[in-house]
């Protein structure tokens, strides 16, 4: 799966108004520099997510090349 293709599966999944923060952070009309949009993406609230969403990142990290044990993802979930 190419990274577009990951990016596309991760977006669709996303809750509305996520969606809707994440199109004011990469709006292309609203050119930003790197340390600007390190910024925004500091100042972001920060979101309660549930297990099946947590596993979903955790998944996505070990993807790119770090895995974890199924204890590990257990235990980062809390079960």
Same mark, same amino acid.
């Given at each position: 799966?190419?990274?577009?293709?990951?990016?596309?599966?991760?977006?669709?999944?996303?809750?509305?108004?996520?969606?809707?923060?994440?199109?004011?952070?990469?709006?292309?009309?609203?050119?930003?520099?790197?340390?600007?949009?390190?910024?925004?993406?500091?100042?972001?609230?920060?979101?309660?997510?549930?297990?099946?969403?947590?596993?979903?990142?955790? /998944? /996505?990290?070990?993807?790119?090349?770090?895995?974890?044990?199924?204890?590990?993802?257990?235990?980062?979930?809390?079960?």
């Amino acid at each position: 799966m190419s990274e577009l293709d990951r990016l596309h599966e991760i977006i669709d999944g996303l809750p509305p108004q996520q969606i809707h923060a994440l199109l004011t952070l990469l709006d292309a009309r609203q050119s930003v520099n790197d340390e600007e949009f390190a910024r925004r993406l500091a100042e972001a609230p920060e979101e309660e997510l549930d297990e099946e969403t947590t596993a979903r990142i955790l /998944a /996505a990290e070990a993807e790119q090349g770090g895995s974890i044990s199924h204890g590990e993802l257990k235990q980062r979930l809390g079960l």
